[in-house]
């Protein structure tokens, strides 16, 4: 069964920086659009970023574009999300997500992983 296990959630100040892992078993990794989402506290889930299965599309929520980058490895079936200059508005916890067709755009994700909780605070 398809599994997504985050890690690398923690404690940052604002201006700060994380990076993000997800790593993806039980499917064909390599076949499929991958996304982050979010959750922050007492807010519904929202969706930071999308990329294609093979990499070559990206795309970002206005909140976050120009500070995240998402980014895989196929050969490693690992997803990544590298957050610079952190906000407190960032605080939520951040989930990787499985799309069922190999893009992202115009899609919903169709699984999610357990999360990781990120904290942006002084």
């Known amino acids: 069964q398809v599994q997504l296990v985050e890690s690398g959630g923690g404690l940052v100040q604002p201006g700060g920086s994380l990076r993000l892992s997800c790593a993806a078993s039980?499917?064909?990794?390599?076949?499929?659009?991958m996304a982050w989402v979010r959750q922050a506290p007492g807010k519904g889930l929202e969706w930071v970023s999308g990329?294609?299965?093979?990499?070559?599309?990206?795309g970002y929520a206005d909140s976050v574009k120009g500070r995240f980058t998402i980014s895989r490895d196929n050969a490693k079936n690992t997803l990544w999300l590298q957050m610079d200059s952190l906000k407190p508005e960032d605080t939520a916890v951040y989930y990787c997500?499985?799309?069922?067709?190999?893009?992202?755009?115009?899609?919903?994700?169709?699984?999610r992983g357990q999360g990781t909780q990120v904290t942006v605070s002084s």
């Open positions: 039980g499917f064909s990794f390599r076949h499929y659009a």
């Open positions: 990329i294609t299965n093979g990499g070559s599309s990206t």
């Open positions: 997500a499985k799309y069922p067709d190999p893009v992202w755009y115009g899609r919903d994700v169709e699984q």
